[in-house]
């Protein structure tokens, strides 16, 4: 029987994987699990970083790979291409006039960014793995390092067609559904729409609330336990060239002093989607020591240094003077990279770090928090003293905690390595501490990968966050998907 994980090593067993190629065969397959009572899991690009994706309860699996097609319409053109490098063949339409575009959910990102620069257009979120799928990226509202500045993959989608766990069809398109009465009709269900505030805006943590939001929010970032996605109307954006620095700083104590300039710098560049920084990312000294290599073979040989990686338009002159100006203050270096050297090292430093805990036999212990920009400096003062806990109790002296991520989104990725077993029960002591610290500034335990099937010392993230968040979770899931046939065990956990 097929063995299912993802990136984050959590793997379930199926009895039997379905790859079908048509909204139809979705509904059929749905049909089936429903009369048979069996669980059905869906399986994306498995680059998820909570087991989303793993059939931890069994059943069936339905991989998604192979919904690559979606029927032509009015206005649209309809393109049928091979993509050049991983050969899969797909079919996708754009309205060069509204830049907006309809795509398969089993395209993965990179295929479809080289698509679109046929186009000169590309889809903005785009995370630190491109691999993922298109599906997956709604199911997780995958976010990156560019959702500084164009938001995560919500904010791009406009439509979405959706196979619900009763076998219907929804096609939903962004504005048509908004909350009547406290609720949303979809179907043959009258569902309460969410009413709780959200801790912060960048959080996959439970439903999305919002007095505004639309129908298509619930779905977007729903870890598929409200549906299968089976088509995408995404908003696109015009392709110019871009240029990346990383500036050098000797230490982590000039960063924190710099997270405050950064704050305002982040204020000042209020009409941001028209020019000026689009990411902001920051990597630690022990997270640039994994990729030393990559950095020497691009001409930086200083250690010890920490640095925040920027990307913004070539053509932008005022955020290449604000760039200079900071690196007078900090005494920081500045380094252009190329876009191809930049995300070679986001992919490798994640990878670098399970290496090393594969050769430890051990588990690491990483995080995903994100805080209020105005708590961020506190945070990172945080995460400094929880990398030198982790560096005590050690028994070896090789890496004991990394720290990269999203700067820019106060949202970095606190990766502890512990080396027994010993120094992995402190780590998740230091975990559910900085999970607590973070919630205590305003926070989320979750902003970017999910609750998934994650749970660290058998308390759901979800029940940490908030109550109120969790008990709306599982009334939507009981009234959609009433055996939690779908997905089971996603986001709220499954207890027979
Ligand atoms: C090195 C690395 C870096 C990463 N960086 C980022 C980052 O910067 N930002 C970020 O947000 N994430 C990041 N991730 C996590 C991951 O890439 C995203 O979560 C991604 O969106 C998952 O897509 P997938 O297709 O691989 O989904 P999977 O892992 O296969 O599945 C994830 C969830 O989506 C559901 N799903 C998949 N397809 C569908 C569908 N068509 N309909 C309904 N449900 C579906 C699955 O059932 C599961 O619940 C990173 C991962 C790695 C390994």
Known sequence: MPTISDASHRSGIADHIFCPQSEREIQEIIIEMVESDTPLTVVGGKTGLAGACSPMYGGIAMEMSKMLFVEGRERYTTHNVTDSETGTNFQYLIDQKTNTGIFPPGITLEEMDRALETHNLFFASKPGYMKGQLGGAVATNASGPRTFSYGATRDAVLGLHICL?????????????????????????????????????????????????????????????????????????????????????????????????????????????????????????VALGLVEDLLIKNGITDKNLCALEIEYWTDDGTTKVKIETLCEAYNALPTKLSGQAVMQMRY???????????????????????????????????????????????????????????????????????????????????????????????????????????????????????????????????????????????MIGYKK
């Not at 609330?209 to 908003?235: K, N, R, Y």
């Not at 500036?247 to 028209?274: Q, T």
């Not at 993230?461 to 089971?488: D, T, V």
Request: charged letters at 25%.
């Open 165 to 285: 766990p009763n076998g219907d069809l929804a096609r939903l398109k962004r504005g048509e559904h908004s909350i009547e009465n406290g609720s949303f009709s979809i179907g043959e269900f009258e569902i309460q729409a969410p009413m709780y505030d959200l801790p912060i805006e960048k959080n996959m943590c439970g439903f999305y609330s919002s007095p505004d939001m639309d129908l298509i929010d619930l779905f977007i970032g729903s870890e598929g336990v409200l549906g299968v996605v089976t088509e995408i109307e995404v908003q696109l954006y015009e392709r110019k060239e871009t240029e990346t620095q990383m500036i050098f700083f000797s230490s982590e104590k000039d960063l924190k002093i710099c997270g405050f300039a950064l704050s305002e710098l982040r204020l000042d560049l209020s009409n941001i989607r028209n020019g000026g920084i689009f990411s902001l990312e920051y990597i630690d000294p």
């Open 348 to 490: 490798t430093i994640p990878q670098r770090v399970n290496g090393i805990m594969a050769e430890r036999g051990m588990i690491k212990v990483a995080s995903d928090f994100s805080v209020p920009d105005e708590h961020f400096p506190q945070m990172i003062e945080h995460y400094i003293f929880a990398t030198r806990q982790m560096q005590l109790v050690n028994d070896g002296d090789g890496p004991a905690a990394a720290l990269w991520g999203h700067f820019g989104n106060s949202h970095l990725h606190w990766n502890a390595m512990p080396d027994s077993q010993s120094a992995f029960e402190t780590a998740q002591e230091i975990y559910i501490d900085l999970a607590q610290k973070a919630i205590d500034l305003g926070g989320t335990v979750t902003a970017e990968h999910g609750t998934g099937k994650k749970k660290i010392g058998d308390q759901l993230m979800l029940e940490m966050l908030s109550p109120e968040m969790f008990e709306y979770a599982k009334y939507l899931i009981n009234e959609l998907n009433p055996r939690f046939l779908l997905n089971r065990g996603n």
